[in-house]
């Protein structure tokens, strides 16, 4: 009994996260979409990450999701990364918000998968390096 009240609660955890993805996170990825600024795309995935960053406590994935989106604004100001043009990082920012988009709308190991991809690599087809 123990253990299915343990899978309930998980996934009612999950339910919950990502209800709050979809209402706080979606529209902001929406937004990196739309924009054809790279730093006004930059500016909005610092937002996700703050918004994502405010929810930790209890978020099931918000530490890799978070890590993520942070990783993602590196692209456009590490001092390593300087080589990095901003529409380069761009490229790779609007693969990774068009794909958080497209996950399912149930639990499932969506997020911890897209918070272990290589989004520059996908979206350039080379790994990234810093200098």
Request: hydrophobic share 45%.
């Amino acid at each position: 009994m123990a253990h299915a009240v343990s899978v309930e609660w998980e996934r009612n955890e999950l339910v919950r996260e990502l209800e709050h993805y979809q209402r706080v996170v979606d529209p902001l990825a929406r937004r990196v979409l739309a924009s054809d600024d790279p730093w006004e795309a930059y500016n909005i995935a610092l937002e996700i990450a703050g918004a994502v960053a405010d929810g930790m406590d209890w978020l099931p994935h918000g530490g890799q999701v978070y890590t993520q989106w942070a990783e993602l604004t590196d692209l456009f100001d590490s001092p390593k990364l300087r080589h990095v043009a901003p529409e380069e990082a761009q490229k790779a920012l609007s693969l990774a918000a068009s794909d958080w988009l497209a996950r399912s709308a149930g639990p499932s190991n969506y997020l911890a998968e897209w918070a272990a991809t290589d989004f520059w690599l996908r979206a350039w087809g080379r790994p990234l390096r810093a200098n």
